[in-house]
């Protein structure tokens, strides 16, 4: 994703917000799905779900997935269920893969691509991992999907998908302590997102 201001300083942050179930079509719930996100620390949520303005460890809350979790493992300490930004910043390698993906049609404009998260499913032994170039993902655990009815009648409702949304922090417009999401005349925002299928016993 590219964007370029025209004549202002812009606010730019730009995500995708696509749902993912494993298991496939008309499954049920992501909560035996297992998620590991390359983040120790978040960024917690006022009582109108937006960003305090604080980054917090994850070490020893609900939060934790630095260590390959079942989501449904405690969705139940974390009220109304994870929709909660990581800083990609605090704990992310470079990947391994970059060299690989970059020569798979990308351009070249892999600079800073990290392994940001990764999810596998027992069930059906699939596997995603997710790079960017962004500094924070959206972890979300569809807590408001609610008997949508999607292809061939299947019908989707709380925690039948997951989303991992690569992005700048939300609020940062308001919070100095967060990466800056302006961007500047003569500046170009570039956003790169990656996710790579396999299966994995």
Not at 74 to 102: A, F, K, T, W
Request: hydrophobic fraction near 30%.
């Amino acid at each position: 994703m590219e964007a370029k201001p025209g004549n202002k300083a812009t606010p730019v942050s730009l995500a995708q917000h696509s749902y993912f179930n494993l298991s496939g079509q008309g499954s049920g719930d992501v909560l035996q799905h297992h998620v590991r996100l390359w983040s120790t620390s978040y960024t917690p949520l006022d009582n109108t779900q937006i960003p305090t303005g604080d980054i917090v460890p994850v070490h020893g809350t609900p939060f934790d997935f630095t260590e390959e979790t079942s989501v449904g493992s405690r969705i139940n300490e974390v009220p109304g269920g994870y929709d909660h930004n990581y800083d990609l910043r605090s704990n992310m390698q470079e990947s391994s893969s970059s060299e690989e993906l970059s020569s798979n049609g990308n351009d070249g404009h892999t600079d800073g691509l990290r392994l940001a998260a990764k999810v596998w499913d027992p069930l059906s032994k699939r596997a995603m991992e997710v790079f960017t170039t962004a500094p924070g993902v959206q972890f979300y655990t569809g807590n408001f999907l609610d008997g949508i009815v999607g292809k061939g009648g299947a019908v989707y409702n709380i925690h039948a998908g997951l989303c991992l949304e690569t992005q700048g922090f939300p609020n940062a417009v308001n919070e100095p302590k967060f990466p800056s999401v302006i961007v500047r005349p003569g500046e170009t925002y570039r956003h790169v997102m990656i996710h790579k299928f396999y299966t994995q016993p």
